[in-house]
């Protein structure tokens, strides 16, 4: 009897979820045709492929001497691997809960995959550099559509998250964020080469003259991570109030802090530099130093003392490249959500409870409704706000100096650490700081950390 009425529900479901027209022009009759959600051989097909994850050294090496041959190469490759990359996920929220998979943010990222799924294995072969240019255009109207997944799943998961064991729940979401990143790296890079090798074809010059600047696609080929350092920390001194989340009593007119900005050093291997997405390390270091920066300030404020320091420090192993930074925050101490460093990255209400207050969950819906979306970059964190901000969260929040925080920062910073092989590890001295060790490939060997 439960059997028969789990299958009942389910195919409730499937009459809400019965994935959208996908291809322009399809007939109507087509769309009667959709194979739905549990039955469809094509997703079945794509689903027993398996992903072809690659490297930081092969993304380099063969864009290096890009002709365009390579460039139609890499353009079937990406148009190929997309369709298997998603398919594997929607078959991970087809294995959901009915009660998680209904929920909302999560149905509706659902027939967005579909959507997805569709118009890349009906996208045909690229046999020119005019379907190529093509192709691009399509890939850019594709990583426009799916700014919403982050806030949809974030808010999906977060309601639901009582229906999910812990480790159930981040499982789920670690996979989503990591073959999510892995189809945009995919994509921009490809986007990158092409706009390369436009220029260099209009200029004449060597399809290969990017070098000079430092990139390959989106890889940074001499990436300097003192230098990532010091532009992250020059960003946050000159971001809104909001950014830091300070309030007033630790600010005076402007972005002037009444006690001065903690210093901050950065000492070790400074002129260490690797190969690596140069967005990635600017993203998890900008996170990190906001968040050593908001806690100092505050920490010592409390306290009366002066504003303190922070110490960034680099180290260069022959395989990777580390980088702690040592704050005076406090420690998790005064966090009343989290038991342990590691809840921090969770999204279950259950290890952090702090994922399920009004105001954040306003705030998604926000950036959900206005199409903003997340894309995963310092721009992000340092844009002005919008004029379109919600009337309900701006009641909520009281002005818009203070937006609250959606608490997608350490989560996604863990989820690019690791999207190589790397990792991200919290240490806290509660009543003094706290010690946050990064830790980055540094050959490029490493393959996607993408999972079936």
């Given amino acids: 009897m439960l059997l028969f009425s789990t299958l009942h529900r389910r195919m ?12 322009t022009r399809q007939s ?32 380099v090496f063969y864009g290096k001497s890009m002709n365009e ?40 990222m659902y027939r967005l995959y579909w959507s997805a799924f569709e118009k890349f294995r009906r996208y045909p072969q690229i046999n020119s550099l005019e379907d190529n240019a093509a192709f691009c255009t399509f890939l850019k109207e594709m990583l426009d559509e799916h700014l919403p997944v982050i806030p949809n799943l974030y808010l999906g998961l977060s309601l639901a ?32 080469l092409s706009a390369s090798f436009r220029e260099s074809r209009s200029s004449k010059a060597p399809p290969a003259n990017n070098q000079a600047q ?16 010091e532009h992250c920390v020059t960003l946050i001194r000159s971001c ?31 002129d260490t530099r690797f190969s690596y997405i140069k967005d990635h390390l600017d993203y998890i270091v900008f996170e990190l130093l906001k968040n050593a920066l908001r806690f100092t300030i505050k920490h010592n404020k409390e306290l009366h003392k002066p504003p303190g320091s922070i110490k960034a420090t680099i180290v260069a192993s ?32 259950l290890r952090n409870a702090g994922r399920l207050e009004d105001v954040r969950l306003i ?11 997340i894309k995963g970059t310092v721009g992000e964190q340092v844009a002005k706000l919008p004029v379109d901000v919600s009337s309900e969260l701006r009641e909520r929040v009281g002005s818009t100096e203070n937006l609250p925080h959606i608490g997608i920062g350490l989560p996604m910073s863990n989820v690019f650490a690791g999207y190589f092989g790397g990792s991200l590890q919290l240490v806290p001295m509660d009543g003094w700081g706290t010690d946050v060790y990064v830790r980055l490939p540094k050959l490029g060997t490493n393959l996607e950390g993408i999972e079936v």
């Fill in 12 to 23: 409730q479901f499937i009459s809400y979820v019965k994935y959208p027209a996908v291809i």
């Fill in 28 to 59: 109507s009759a087509n769309l009667q045709g959709s194979l739905h959600f549990y039955q469809n051989k094509q997703l079945e097909l794509y689903a027993s492929r398996k992903a072809k994850p690659l490297t930081l050294r092969q993304l």
């Fill in 69 to 108: 041959d390579r460039l139609i190469k890499s353009a079937n490759y990406v148009r190929t691997e997309l369709p298997v990359r998603l398919s594997h996920r929607i078959r991970d929220m087809q294995a959901l809960p009915y009660a998680v998979v209904t929920r909302e943010g999560v149905a509706a």
């Fill in 161 to 192: 998250s009582h229906h999910l064991l812990p480790e159930q729940l981040d499982s789920f979401m670690r996979r989503m964020l990591v073959s999510r990143i892995s189809r945009r790296v995919l994509a921009e890079h490809h986007l990158a």
């Fill in 214 to 229: 430092g990139n390959v696609g989106i890889i940074y080929t001499d990436l300097s991570v003192k230098s990532s350092i």
């Fill in 240 to 270: 809104p109030h909001h950014v830091l989340d300070l309030d007033s009593r630790c600010m005076e007119d402007g972005n002037d802090l009444t006690e001065g900005w903690p210093e901050v050093i950065i000492d070790g291997d400074r």
């Fill in 318 to 349: 022959p395989d990777d490249v580390s980088i702690r930074i040592t704050d005076e925050g406090g420690g998790l101490s005064a966090n009343p959500y989290v038991q342990a460093p590691s809840d921090l990255f969770s999204f279950s209400h």
């Fill in 363 to 373: 705030a998604l819906r926000d950036a959900i409704s206005n199409s903003r979306g």
